[in-house]
């Protein structure tokens, strides 16, 4: 695929990966092709109208992201009108997104991919008018990323070191009310998950039958915690206990909580929620893949 002009939008502090390394191989990799290349960094502050109006007078035929699953949602939600092509370089905490696409490890190998032309038409859920490309859930998870994100630790160690805490001082477990399909049902749950995709960032596959390209999504409800459980998503088992999980696919859900429970959306703490109405855009996002 050709294109004239290639805008790469970096999240300076996500992750632990050096990100100049990232933008030199980018860059490198643009010029080759005898395209423009433009640089982003953001900051936090409105960086979305930012990049708009960098599109709107630009020719982007590319827009290329290096951070973790928050800054790719960023983009997408930037992005998901123009109908651009968008490349993931992984460097967050936890790419739970880039590992669900099979991207590889090696820098090389993810921007070439990035700038490749094999695409997957992603669906996009809306969760409250904020868009999910991956996982979001309500619940245990949820306070274990507000701990995270409060504390002065990075990277997968920091999830570790909060996760103790967190399941000493969690409130579950949660009581639901989930609308979809026309039935409502009443669900206990240690989380409840609405998944767009198979695995968490850790690699536990949680979702075995979600296709991020279907038109559904799955309402995961975790109904009890189970180390022995836990232990076979790790290992990519798909025969889950039904008193650890229970997975309703549909394409659209209310989902009521009993008390305020706390939230997140691809990685990012949300706050506490009482109520979440998930349905799926009509826009596709088209994402480099592996071929």
Do not use: W
Not at 78 to 96: E, F, H, Q, V
Not at 188 to 195: D, K, P
Not at 215 to 241: A, C, P, Y
């Amino acid at each position: 695929m050709n294109f004239k002009e290639v805008l790469l939008i970096v999240n300076p502090i996500s992750g632990d990966i050096d990100k100049q390394r990232i933008i030199n191989k980018v860059k490198e990799e643009v010029q080759r092709r005898n395209a423009d290349f433009h640089l982003y960094r953001t900051t936090g502050e409105n960086d979305i109208e930012k990049i708009r109006k960098f599109l709107d007078v630009h020719e982007i035929g590319r827009v290329l992201v290096a951070g973790g699953d928050g800054t790719i949602n960023l983009v997408a939600e930037t992005i998901r009108k123009y109908d651009l092509p968008m490349g993931i370089i992984p460097a967050g905490s936890a790419n739970g997104l880039a590992l669900n696409l099979e991207l590889p490890d090696e820098l090389n190998q993810q921007v070439k991919i990035a700038m490749g032309d094999n695409f997957i038409n992603y669906d996009i859920l809306s969760l409250n008018d904020t868009i999910c490309l991956h996982m979001s859930d309500l619940g245990i998870n949820a306070e274990l990323i507000k701990n995270y994100e409060n504390s002065n630790f990075r990277g997968k160690l920091g999830y570790l070191i909060q996760s103790i805490p967190t399941l000493i001082k969690s409130g579950y477990p949660f009581e639901f009310e989930i609308q979809s399909k026309g039935e409502d049902r009443e669900a206990q749950a240690a989380l409840l998950g609405i998944a767009n995709a198979n695995k968490y960032g850790t690699g536990a596959n949680v979702n075995p039958i979600g296709r991020p390209d279907d038109g559904l999504f799955e309402i995961l409800i975790f109904k009890r915690i189970s180390l022995g459980e836990v232990l076979k998503t790790l290992r990519n088992e798909t025969n889950l206990d039904p008193e650890f999980l229970e997975i309703i696919q549909t394409k659209s859900a209310k989902v009521i909580c009993k008390k305020p429970v706390s939230f997140q959306i691809d990685g990012e703490y949300i706050g506490e929620e009482t109520e979440i109405k998930i349905s799926i855009l009509p826009e596709k996002l088209k994402i480099a893949v592996p071929a």
